[in-house]
């Protein structure tokens, strides 16, 4: 983003505030849906690159995101009033980012159960090959009830 950073704490007073405040959170909302088609792409291809997953972009343009709708909100008066057909441009581009979030949202989801559902199998074959394949006194195969060499956690 070659634009500055926005600056929800300066106040919207006149036309050429609110058209450079609308022209910035354009530019974001640009730059963070394509960042997460990037994002979807990388995860539904397999390639889990620093650029197309960098969660730290993604995280700073979300932190901006948030803070910039809630000065628009503080200034929707002004800003309908001076620019009405850049609100309606971001209104179509919001709309455009909550339907690639919700993709997003999808492939995250489905590539976090499949690495599980891998990593559950794996951990049950590591599992049942260090389990010992004798038999006891009764004619029946023991078991040693050792722990799993692999343990998940489901935190995120």
């Not at 394509?34 to 995280?59: C, M």
């Not at 993709?103 to 260090?130: F, Q």
């Amino acid at each position: 983003m070659t634009q500055p950073p926005l600056t929800p704490d300066v106040p919207i007073t006149d036309r050429e505030s609110a058209a450079n405040f609308a022209e910035r959170l354009h530019g974001l909302m640009i730059a963070l849906t394509q960042h997460l088609r990037r994002e979807t792409k990388a995860l539904r291809d397999g390639s889990f690159s620093k650029d197309a997953t960098d969660q730290d972009t993604k995280n700073e343009l979300m932190f901006a995101y948030r803070a910039a709708l809630g000065h628009l909100q503080t200034h929707k008066d002004i800003i309908s009033r001076y620019v009405p057909v850049k609100l309606d441009e971001l209104r179509r581009l919001n709309e455009e980012f909550q339907t690639e979030l919700q993709k997003n949202l999808a492939t995250v989801s489905t590539a976090k159960a499949v690495s599980e559902h891998l990593l559950t199998r794996l951990s049950d074959k590591v599992s049942a090959g260090r389990q010992p394949k004798t038999y006891g006194a009764s004619g029946t195969i023991t078991s040693g009830g050792q722990a799993a060499a692999i343990s998940i956690d489901r935190a995120l």
